[in-house]
């Protein structure tokens, strides 16, 4: 019973400390207040504070050395790929740099994963990417959210690619389309159009056809990557 308590509160202590992190309030090379520090402001056990800080170097945000104490990494060394950084990532309102990181994996992973879907996608893999669009169909012309529908349609896509390193890589793009829904869902016209691009995509896939999968899967994103670079421009024009 004292591990199980233990542990629940390491988890705490390093969810606290691992958005903190994120957020900035501990610079990269500074040090984290001290065990004994930890433990008084948490009012935990050194056990529990060890714990934390072993979970949360696990995730390369902090290194802990003898007589340096424990210092955060730099970001190039956190496993951004973690399903905790990335909610912690989406939890501190990521900069528009950081979305425009975001866009460019997707570039990278998701038109590749379209053409896949479309040469190699079952008929259950399909129908599942039909579903989600159809789901967006229905929140659009109800005025409701299609963000939840939204995120299903891109993960069943790389589902439906057969390639498991893609599937791997869905908590990183689902996290990567909440971030982007922040700041480009209002430069759309309606949500019926944002329906009708994802229904290109889908209506690709469906008829086998990869390079127009490929395509318009690209264009999407590129036009989301437009919008967030002239959106940069104009912040460090007024900066």
Not at 57 to 66: E, F, Q, T, V, Y
Not at 155 to 160: E, V, W
Not at 180 to 186: A, H, K, L, P
């Amino acid at each position: 019973m004292a591990r199980i308590e233990n542990l629940n509160l390491s988890q705490r202590v390093t969810n606290e400390l691992g958005k903190a992190i994120i957020a900035g309030v501990y610079g990269e090379g500074s040090g984290l207040p001290t065990e004994a520090q930890l433990c008084n402001e948490y009012g935990i056990s050194r056990t529990a504070v060890r714990e934390a800080v072993k979970m949360l170097a696990a995730k390369g945000l902090i290194s802990s050395r003898p007589r340096q104490g424990i210092r955060v990494e730099p970001p190039e060394n956190w496993n951004l790929y973690d399903t905790s950084v990335l909610g912690w990532m989406f939890e501190s309102s990521p900069s528009l740099l950081v979305l425009k990181e975001f866009l460019q994996m997707r570039l990278a992973i998701e038109p590749q994963a379209a053409a896949l879907a479309a040469k190699h996608g079952t008929p259950q893999a399909i129908a599942q990417i039909e579903v989600a669009l159809n789901a967006m169909d229905n929140a659009a012309q109800t005025d409701g959210s299609i963000h939840d529908s939204d995120v299903e349609f891109h993960t069943a896509i790389l589902l439906a690619s057969g390639n498991r390193f893609f599937y791997q890589l869905r908590d990183f793009i689902s996290t990567a389309l909440n971030v982007s829904f922040q700041y480009t869902t209002n430069a759309k016209d309606s949500l019926q159009t944002i329906a009708d691009e994802h229904r290109k995509i889908f209506q690709a896939i469906k008829n086998g056809e990869a390079e127009r999968a490929k395509n318009m899967m690209a264009y999407l994103i590129d036009e989301a990557m437009a919008y967030i670079e002239l959106k940069i421009n104009e912040a460090e024009l007024t900066a």
